[in-house]
C-alpha cells in the first residue's frame, strides 16, 4: 500500500511540473487575450505576475515531491 502511495506522489509530483511548464508557454497567448479587456488594463502587470507566480509554485511543489520521492527511494534501497 505505502508503495502504491508513493508512486502516486511521484506522478502526481511530475503532472505538477508539467502543469507549471504548459502554463509558462501560455501565458503570453493568453495575455493578449486579457489585454483586449479594457477593465483589466490598469491590472496588467499585477496578473502577469500572478500568472507566473501560479506556474513557478506548480514547478517548485512538483519538484518538491519528486525531490522527497527520490531521496525516500535512496533510504529504502540503503536500509536493504
Known amino acids: 500500500m505505502a508503495d502504491k502511495k508513493n508512486k502516486l506522489q ?3 509530483g511530475i503532472l505538477l511540473v ?3 511548464i504548459g502554463v509558462f508557454f ?5 495575455m493578449t487575450q486579457i489585454k483586449e479587456i479594457e477593465q483589466f488594463a490598469a491590472y496588467i502587470y499585477f496578473i502577469y505576475f500572478c ?3 501560479i506556474a513557478i ?3 517548485v511543489g512538483g519538484a518538491k515531491k519528486i525531490y522527497s ?3 525516500r527511494s535512496i ?3 540503503s536500509k536493504e
Open 10 to 12: 511521484l506522478v502526481w
Open 69 to 71: 520521492h527520490w531521496k
Open 57 to 59: 509554485l506548480l514547478i
Open 75 to 77: 533510504a529504502n534501497n
Open 51 to 53: 500568472f507566473y507566480l
Open 26 to 30: 501560455k501565458i503570453p497567448q493568453k
Open 18 to 20: 508539467l502543469a507549471g
